[in-house]
């Protein structure tokens, strides 16, 4: 079965999507089922995994509506309120609807870069555990020792690193590209995370290559192996630079040279491991 491991629905008029630019001709419209099925179905993708993208519960009972109503969104990735200790109600709550597989704090938008490692967050990380839930590790280059910390304390935890740490390809460089290779290598090889092959495409400049993205993604195959790496389109958010499409064939491209299990791996089987599809 063929898997896109994250990809977003939303409405904003909902209200809670503040970081979505108010006139953007593509991000700032309604996007639901109906817009990605002819693309799902056009790509041979079967199954989806529906991703927070507004820091709210309520958004989150939203997607699970969605996923009661959509056979093919076979899980969802929600939103708590680490800060809170009261939402661990809400967290045992989601837990047991079938379709609600982890949660993602948007530490990408936080300013502090060590957020993730203050007291009063750090219920959330054991009630992820206790609930056998999955966590998304949001975030930028910047966070990669941060992270690694994090995972180191909590070993139990089932993390997947969302879209490679986002490396800034379109501001590719040296130093850049070694100080994101080496933060990622010792993720992959000190502790059991997974890492999506999600959202390159964003990273990088609105006339990409698949030149560009290629030494990002064979670094990435190369540290965490097939079997912890599956592939997301990040869509809509992936046509800032490209359509579902143009994505998924740079994507088939990059990973020509796998064999056809490890391929599968990346573009389904890792994603229904690790979130239980």
Not at 247 to 261: E, F, I, P
Request: glycine share 6%.
């Amino acid at each position: 079965m063929q898997i896109d491991a994250h990809q977003h629905f939303w409405q904003p008029a909902r209200g809670d999507y503040g970081w979505m630019p108010k006139d953007d001709p593509i991000l700032s419209r309604p996007y639901g089922p109906a817009d990605l099925w002819p693309q799902l179905q056009a790509a041979g993708v079967e199954g989806t995994v529906l991703v927070q993208a507004a820091p709210t519960v309520h958004e989150t009972e939203y997607m699970l509506g969605i996923a009661d109503a959509t056979p093919w969104v076979r899980g969802v990735v929600g939103w708590v309120d680490f800060e809170n200790p009261d939402d661990a109600a809400h967290l045992a709550r989601l837990a047991r609807h079938p379709a609600f597989k982890g949660v993602r704090p948007m530490i990408q938008d936080i300013a502090d870069d060590a957020w993730m490692h203050r007291d009063n967050v750090q219920w959330a990380y054991s009630a992820i555990i206790d609930h056998d839930l999955t966590f998304d590790a949001l975030g930028f280059p910047r966070h990669l020792d941060h992270f690694l910390a994090l995972l180191k304390r909590y070993p139990a935890m089932r993390v997947v690193v969302d879209h490679g740490m986002k490396p800034q390809i379109r501001a590719h460089s040296a130093a850049n590209f070694r100080h994101w290779a080496e933060g990622m290598s010792r993720i992959a090889d000190q502790t059991e995370a997974f890492c999506k092959f999600s959202a390159l495409i964003t990273e990088a400049h609105a006339d990409w290559t698949v030149a560009d993205l290629a030494p990002y993604v064979t670094h990435i195959l190369a540290a965490f192996g097939p079997a912890r790496v599956m592939w997301g389109s990040d869509w809509p958010v992936c046509r800032l630079r490209g359509e579902y499409a143009d994505w998924r064939a740079a994507a088939l491209a990059l990973t020509g040279h796998l064999s056809a299990a490890d391929r599968a791996m990346v573009f389904g089987g890792t994603a229904r491991a690790f979130y239980r599809l």
